[in-house]
């Protein structure tokens, strides 16, 4: 088949990171942006211009290109989460874009089991399939509603009482935004609704809190409240100092906070043209 050499190609999936050191996309280092020339005496990164080995994109990217024979491409992810966050359940959809390949006939079955026997226990990835260029700006701004596993400290034994008025309730909560991400997000004060599915003892001082919550909530700060910048917060509800020390996603859903039929349009391969 011939095409031009500026042709792109567009790759759909769904990914399951099991690791909590991955990244999604490249993470150049901050001082120097992964430069050629300026990475090389750069203290932060010692010359290697990523502060991170590898990415959900790299991952998927090393086994693409090598099949599209290019090096080039750009991940688009329905969202991302953070790094040392789990990403669980059905996965999260994205589309890789393989900028100039030079092969065009490729075998995604392959590169999809390539991909899963290469990153066992770190990335899984499923449902490989071609895809449009109109499908990037859909999955990237479609919103999701998303259930999450948080583990949590807390300073005090929770009251049955305090739990029980509060699993099973959509609440709403103003979020102003979290210290962490104040640098690359305006700083305001959203509303956001969560819902609490269960709470569950595992330990001395320690609970699993199944959540639901709606697109761009803050979930960490969401449990601790952060000093007041999200109210109400769980720990508030409960009257308890709480503090998430671990997340999984466990489902992405629809807007409203329905399970999907298995993500809608990602299923539709191809409209017959
Ligand atoms: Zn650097």
């Known amino acids: 088949m011939q095409r031009p050499p500026s042709a792109k190609v567009f790759v759909e999936g769904r990914y399951n990171k099991l690791s909590r050191d991955l990244p999604q ?124 596993r948080a583990a949590v400290k807390v300073e005090r034994e929770l009251e049955p009482a305090k739990v029980a008025a509060l699993v099973g309730r959509r609440l709403q909560i103003i979020q102003h935004t979290p210290e962490r991400v104040a640098h690359r997000r305006a700083d305001l004060d959203r509303e956001r609704w969560i819902e609490v599915l269960s709470i569950e003892k595992t330990g001395d001082l320690a609970y699993d809190v199944l959540l639901r919550t709606e697109h761009g909530t803050y979930v960490k700060e969401a449990v601790s409240g952060e000093n007041g910048s999200t109210r109400p917060s769980l720990a508030e509800l409960l009257g308890v100092p709480c503090e998430c020390l671990e997340l999984d996603v466990i489902a992405i859903l629809d807007e409203g906070g329905a399970r999907e039929n298995e993500f809608g349009a990602s299923v539709v391969v191809r409209e017959p043209t």
């Open 25 to 148: 996309t490249v993470f150049f280092c901050p001082d120097c942006k992964g430069h050629p020339r300026r990475r090389k005496g750069c203290a932060r990164c010692e010359g290697f211009g990523k502060l991170t080995r590898d990415s959900v994109q790299e991952l998927i990217g090393w086994v693409l290109g090598a099949a599209f024979k290019t090096r080039k491409n750009k991940f688009h992810g329905a969202g991302r989460e953070d790094v040392n966050v789990r990403m669980l359940g059905t996965g999260r959809p994205f589309v890789m874009e393989m900028v100039a390949p030079k092969v065009f006939e490729v075998d995604l079955a392959a590169a999809e089991a390539e991909i899963n026997r290469r990153n066992a226990g770190r990335l899984e990835v499923h449902g490989l399939h071609w895809t449009e260029k109109s499908r990037v700006r859909v999955v990237k701004e479609e919103k999701h509603a998303k259930e999450y």
